[in-house]
């Protein structure tokens, strides 16, 4: 299955988007009482995984007819979509405020609007479709088990244009010009189409064996094919040239992969549960993970590159630090009842806080969540809880956490200021907002 990115967004329209999710899901479900560990919520496997452009949501879609946003710091879901009369195969962005997602029934559903609602129904496909591309917010191409790859108006629901694979599509993409369509047949064909006209421009036998996937690198001048036989494949887009071929792990059965977004790692994932990451030029080998317990479905790299996400057998979501291969769990997966009293703070910095509090304790006496508790901070030397794992960052930090470099934690972002360090969080831009945070994190820490 296809996991390009290839959808277009505009930044200041995308706040407006995630704050209309946001508002929806406060009004949907309210503030959890209790986080449960990893993305949970799909009733079936989990075929395709996205991340939005601005790197806060998750979309994923699932065997259970349903599709689902996340959000991705509290590994929460904001909405469940659907609307699907069987299992979705994926599920794309296709702008500031619209998503796509398609299904075993065919169809292709346009969601949009403030609310996330269905905004249009086309039945694209007899039989079902297995992958998705935006080429750009107001036309995606989807391809099928019927041999089509079909151009359509989002807006409209007409098909503007047809092309023949003439066997199963298992993937499609558009090149970064989005000018060119590809797409991977059942056989291990890949083809390319002119949009503009529908000449086919290029065919050639990629891989001897079935079901492969298609990476487009993050510059458009690549493609990425990855076989089940674990060969990955590197082409040139222009000629269609087979530039580099390399082999990850040998006798593992390939069920999944993705590129980040810079093009530079590609993640693999097996049939028994593990996943590679290797350099996507090379295939030098960065990293193993055993990412679940059964078949791999999907993986996505988030926007900044630092994390990974799996889904698979277990039907959860599942967040991977790269650098350090840590899963970054959010609490929950005990029963242990905490006190709670950012929940109901009049405090200006509580209704921050809450965001940390998912990932810290406060206190070394209560269960260890995803990052060490607080007890003694500030004050205390970075990096210094025993017992908890920290990533190499912290590790090697002997200066003692005050206010300001609290403050510069936060402005600067943790990837910026603990280079490598496993903590997701991102920038608080707002300077006042920050104090408060860290007056409050002062109050619940200070000895009593
Ligand atoms: C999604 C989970 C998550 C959230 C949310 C989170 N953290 Fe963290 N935090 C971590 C992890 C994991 C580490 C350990 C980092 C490492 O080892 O690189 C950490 C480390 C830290 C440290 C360093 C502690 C030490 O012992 O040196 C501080 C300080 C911190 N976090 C503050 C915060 C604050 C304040 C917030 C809320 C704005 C926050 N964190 C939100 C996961 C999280």
Known sequence: ?????????????????????????????????????????????????????????????????????????????IQVLNGHDGPVNDAIFLSSNSIATAGADGQVIIWGGPDMRIQNRIKAHR????????????????GGWDGKIILMDVQSGAATA?????????????????????????????????????????????????????????????????????????WDLEGFQLLHEYGVASNRRVSASAVNTNGGLLAVGYLDGTVMIVDAVTGVMQRQLQADNGPVWSL????????????????????WHIDSGDRITLAGETTFQRPTPWLDSPHPGAALFRKCAICHALTASEPQRSGPHFQGLPGRVMGSVTGYRYSRALQKGDLAWNRENLMQLFSQGPDRFLPGTKMPVQRIGNEVDLGNLIDYLEILTRPH
């Open 300 to 319: 996505a790299f988030t926007a900044n590159n630092r994390f990974l996400l799996s889904a698979g057998k277990s039907e959860r979501i599942r967040v």
């Open 1 to 77: 299955m296809l996991k390009g990115t290839t959808y277009s967004h505009r930044a200041g329209g995308y706040r407006y988007f995630l704050a209309g999710l946001l508002l929806a899901s406060v009004l949907a479900v309210g503030l959890p009482a209790q986080v449960i560990a990893d993305m949970t919520g799909h009733g079936g496997m989990i075929r395709a995984l996205r991340v939005s452009p601005d790197g806060s949501v998750v979309l994923s879609a699932s065997f259970d007819h349903s599709a689902r946003l996340w959000r991705l710091d509290e590994q929460s879901t």
């Open 162 to 234: 047809e092309f023949d694979m003439k066997e199963a599509v298992v993937g499609v993409a558009i090149t970064a010009d989005q000018r060119h369509l590809i797409a991977a047949g059942r056989s291990g064909d890949i083809a390319r189409w002119r949009l503009s006209d529908g000449v086919r421009t290029a065919k050639l036998q990629a891989h001897n064996v079935s079901l492969f996937q298609l990476q487009r690198s993050a510059n458009g001048q690549r493609l990425l094919t990855v076989g089940p036989d674990s060969f990955v494949k590197i």
């Open 127 to 142: 039989g079902r479709i297995t992958s998705l591309a935006a080429v750009d917010a107001t036309h995606l191409i989807s």
